[in-house]
């Protein structure tokens, strides 16, 4: 404590030190929103999605990736496809002026890189490691969105089933298992 009148040489280090200690909370409490939202208390994982551009509003919509991913496999999202993928926004009750259906439409609309993709794919490995019906959700809806495009003779195209047997290998053994039994390869 100084005596009144006489400046404080400390005092602004402990305010700059407050300061970045109320933003680590606040960084740390944004990281545990993401992970709420990706349903795991993973905080790298968090991290990771975070440094992908999700937000404790986006979260929620991290697990459509693979469904994205498959929808982009023939170069561009058909209509169909769209459609679907905006009906799995619906089914969630995410509206259209919501983070996350923004979050979806921006990634319908333009493609966003293979190494964006593959690095969706990586985070949702970890987070269906611990979780393994989990992944069968995953390929199933991967599986509803390439279908939603084919035709009656062979209901998905072949880049596309290309693209959701990557998809399964990405989410790990009991995915690659599930999209082999789709397929009768089982």
């Given at each position: 404590?100084?005596?009144?009148?006489?400046h404080?040489?400390?005092?602004?280090?402990?305010?700059?030190t407050?300061?970045?200690?109320?933003?680590?909370?606040?960084?740390?409490?944004?990281r545990?929103d993401?992970?709420?939202?990706?349903?795991?208390?993973?905080?790298?994982l968090?991290?990771?999605?975070?440094?992908?551009?999700?937000d404790?509003?986006?979260?929620?919509?991290?697990?459509?990736?693979p469904?994205i991913?498959?929808?982009?496999?023939?170069?561009?999202?058909?209509?169909?496809?769209?459609?679907?993928?905006?009906?799995?926004?619906?089914?969630?009750?995410?509206?259209?002026?919501?983070?996350?259906?923004?979050?979806?439409?921006a990634?319908?609309?333009?493609?966003?890189?293979?190494?964006y993709?593959?690095?969706?794919?990586?985070?949702?490995?970890?987070?269906?490691?611990?979780?393994?019906?989990?992944?069968e959700?995953?390929?199933?809806?991967?599986y509803?969105?390439?279908?939603?495009?084919?035709?009656?003779?062979d209901?998905i195209?072949?880049?596309?089933?290309?693209t959701?047997?990557?998809?399964?290998?990405?989410?790990?053994?009991?995915?690659q298992?599930w999209?082999?039994?789709?397929?009768?390869e089982?």
């Amino acid at each position: 404590m100084t005596a009144q009148g006489e400046h404080d040489d400390g005092a602004e280090t402990r305010a700059i030190t407050r300061k970045r200690l109320r933003q680590a909370a606040l960084e740390l409490q944004a990281r545990r929103d993401i992970a709420t939202g990706l349903h795991t208390t993973d905080l790298s994982l968090a991290e990771r999605a975070q440094a992908l551009g999700f937000d404790q509003h986006t979260a929620k919509v991290l697990d459509l990736l693979p469904v994205i991913h498959v929808a982009w496999a023939d170069g561009e999202v058909q209509t169909e496809e769209r459609q679907a993928i905006l009906r799995l926004l619906e089914a969630r009750n995410i509206a259209i002026d919501d983070p996350a259906h923004v979050l979806v439409s921006a990634l319908l609309e333009r493609h966003p890189g293979q190494v964006y993709l593959d690095e969706t794919l990586s985070i949702l490995h970890d987070l269906v490691a611990s979780n393994k019906t989990r992944a069968e959700v995953l390929v199933d809806l991967c599986y509803a969105i390439a279908e939603a495009h084919g035709a009656q003779q062979d209901p998905i195209d072949p880049r596309e089933r290309e693209t959701l047997f990557a998809v399964a290998e990405a989410l790990g053994d009991r995915a690659q298992a599930w999209v082999q039994s789709k397929f009768g390869e089982r």
